[in-house]
């Protein structure tokens, strides 16, 4: 067997294990930076396919995300939406990274060229049920009175954490669960300042946290009730 004909094998043959697991087909590979797999596990596991209310996605990068979060919602409630917000401007996160470079520098490397909204575009064409915000997420009015679920991976400053939970959190449902990004420390460490905003965020509503973990890469898990 040819290497060419071995490789296609492969990725064939684990294209049909994530269809069996996950119930679709993955995206391209690059697609994802950030393993959402680990998100719809948990959404699995506390049932937020039954909690009442929409899906917020901020900061969708190249749409690998975004495409799983349809996929699975369309499958297990597909009454349920998915806003997809982000500014599509990769040079507009300037916060630091550990390597002490700047996010936007980092995304400027990962798409080495390419634009990211035809990136995206590309990825999510097939989800019928996202809606795409095109904007800056301080400047968002959610659409939906209600959340099940909302990812927080927009601008990594301290203001803008602050303000994404600030924009979702009151929206979701009781039993609905926000998750946050490059947070962590140890082996997973995530970003000083985002590590910081997020213990003031839970400071300011650990009566309304009903639990909280982390999991994956760098992801904290705030849940309602």
Same mark, same amino acid.
């Given at each position: 067997?040819?290497?060419?004909?071995?490789?296609?094998?492969? /990725?064939?043959?684990?294209?049909?294990?994530?269809?069996?697991?996950?119930?679709? @087909?993955? +995206?391209?590979?690059?697609?994802?930076?950030?393993?959402?797999?680990?998100?719809?596990?948990?959404?699995?596991?506390?049932?937020?396919?039954?909690?009442?209310?929409?899906?917020?996605?901020?900061?969708?990068?190249?749409?690998?995300?975004?495409?799983?979060?349809?996929?699975?919602?369309?499958?297990?409630?597909? @009454?349920?939406?998915?806003?997809?917000?982000?500014?599509?401007?990769?040079?507009?996160?300037?916060? +630091? /990274?550990?390597?002490?470079?700047?996010?936007?520098?980092?995304?400027?490397?990962?798409?080495?060229?390419?634009?990211?909204?035809?990136?995206?575009?590309?990825?999510?064409?097939?989800?019928?049920?996202?809606?795409?915000?095109?904007?800056?997420?301080?400047?968002?009015?959610?659409?939906?009175?209600?959340?099940?679920?909302?990812?927080? @991976?927009?601008?990594?400053?301290?203001?803008?954490?602050?303000?994404?939970?600030?924009?979702?959190?009151?929206?979701?449902?009781?039993?609905?669960?926000?998750?946050?990004?490059?947070?962590?420390?140890?082996?997973?460490?995530?970003?000083?300042?985002?590590?910081?905003?997020?213990?003031?965020?839970?400071?300011?509503?650990?009566?309304?946290?009903?639990?909280?973990?982390?999991?994956?890469?760098?992801?904290?898990?705030?849940?309602?009730?």
């Amino acid at each position: 067997m040819s290497i060419r004909k071995a490789l296609g094998l492969r /990725t064939h043959l684990r294209t049909a294990q994530y269809r069996r697991k996950w119930g679709f @087909d993955p +995206p391209p590979p690059w697609a994802d930076i950030s393993g959402y797999e680990t998100l719809l596990d948990e959404l699995e596991r506390h049932g937020i396919s039954r909690v009442e209310g929409d899906i917020v996605e901020i900061g969708v990068f190249r749409g690998g995300g975004t495409y799983k979060l349809s996929k699975y919602f369309e499958r297990v409630a597909p @009454d349920k939406r998915v806003y997809a917000i982000d500014v599509f401007d990769p040079s507009f996160d300037q916060s +630091p /990274t550990l390597d002490g470079n700047t996010m936007a520098e980092g995304y400027a490397a990962v798409l080495n060229g390419q634009d990211q909204r035809e990136s995206y575009d590309e990825v999510t064409r097939s989800c019928t049920n996202v809606t795409t915000i095109a904007s800056d997420s301080a400047k968002v009015t959610l659409p939906t009175q209600k959340l099940a679920y909302a990812h927080i @991976d927009g601008n990594h400053e301290p203001a803008y954490v602050h303000s994404d939970f600030k924009l979702v959190w009151p929206a979701v449902s009781n039993g609905g669960i926000v998750s946050i990004d490059d947070y962590g420390s140890g082996d997973e460490a995530g970003l000083d300042h985002v590590n910081h905003a997020v213990h003031e965020v839970i400071g300011e509503h650990a009566s309304e946290i009903a639990e909280l973990w982390t999991d994956g890469f760098r992801t904290i898990f705030l849940k309602k009730g």
